[in-house]
């Protein structure tokens, strides 16, 4: 990454759409493990249960770590930048992750947003590149207006690209003259 390029951190409700979505995921997870230590008893003995309970407890702590350590954590260390050329993407801490985008490779972008973050007012933006089906790079954490003046600095980025087919012609000209070369 070039070290004159800006990183803009992401909306802090972020931390709290992280912090949500773990504790919703470890609530589904602890759910079923109780009912299963509630529906255990009645097929097996003692020792299922006291396992049971050995996973609820280390799910538990597992949850408030997540929520308390990691989630703020997180947040900190997402952050994302555009320049004239690119846009880009940088998260972790522990597993540090740079996505580039180069605005010559985009076929479109999308602004999206899920139940939870449409109840946070973030969204996320979604960049396809050519040649893929699945999104290339996404930029989670931003408010809708954040979204949508990020979408329009690229749109207007891709507006100023300048076209040509003077690499294409190159090409072109040098397969041309290497095959009058050997005829």
Known sequence: MNSKIKLESVNPAYRTFLALHVS???????????????????????????????????LAVLWFVFVVFWAPRRYRVTHYYV???????????VWHTEVVVTYNRLQHLEIAQGPLERMLKLSR??????????????????????AEQL?????????????????????????KSETNVTN
């Open 125 to 146: 933006l979604v960049l396809y590149t050519a040649g893929g089906s699945t999104a290339d790079l996404v930029i989670p954490g931003l408010t809708m207006s954040q």
């Open 151 to 175: 979408r329009d600095q690229v749109l207007h980025e891709l507006r100023q690209e300048e076209l040509s087919d003077e690499p294409i012609s190159a090409a072109s000209n040098q397969a």
């Open 83 to 93: 320049s004239n050329d690119y846009i880009g993407f940088v998260v972790g801490a």
């Open 24 to 58: 919703i995921t470890f609530l589904l997870i602890i759910g079923v493990a109780g009912g299963l230590y509630i529906w255990v008893p009645f097929f097996a003995e003692e020792t299922p249960r006291l396992i049971l309970q050995a996973i609820i407890a280390s």
